[in-house]
């Protein structure tokens, strides 16, 4: 049986992405909204960087903190298995 795709439109620091997961649609909202909580926090403490940096320097603390706390990749539930992925469209200006 193949799982339901969900398609989302989740906004992240100012940009929309189009996301097709077969992760729920809050669950994927709220992946979005913790990226976007986490660039806002690095552009305010450094606002002259650029997006693509702060996306970046973002992913990296977001990284460590899941190493911090489970020594790897998260491995529970279907939804944590499958990250978002290439179905993702180029960001459209707001």
């Not at 969900?6 to 992946?31: D, K, M, P, W």
């Amino acid at each position: 049986m193949v799982a339901q795709k969900n398609r989302v439109t989740l906004t992240i620091f100012g940009e929309q992405y189009a996301v097709i997961s077969s992760a729920s649609a809050a669950h994927l909202r709220r992946l979005a909204s913790l990226v976007d909580e986490q660039m806002r926090r690095i552009a305010a403490r450094s606002p002259r960087l650029a997006p693509a940096k702060v996306a970046v320097l973002a992913a990296l603390s977001l990284a460590n903190e899941v190493l911090r706390l489970g020594g790897g990749w998260p491995e529970a539930g279907e939804q944590a298995a499958e990250a978002p992925r290439a179905a993702v469209a180029q960001p459209r200006p707001t």
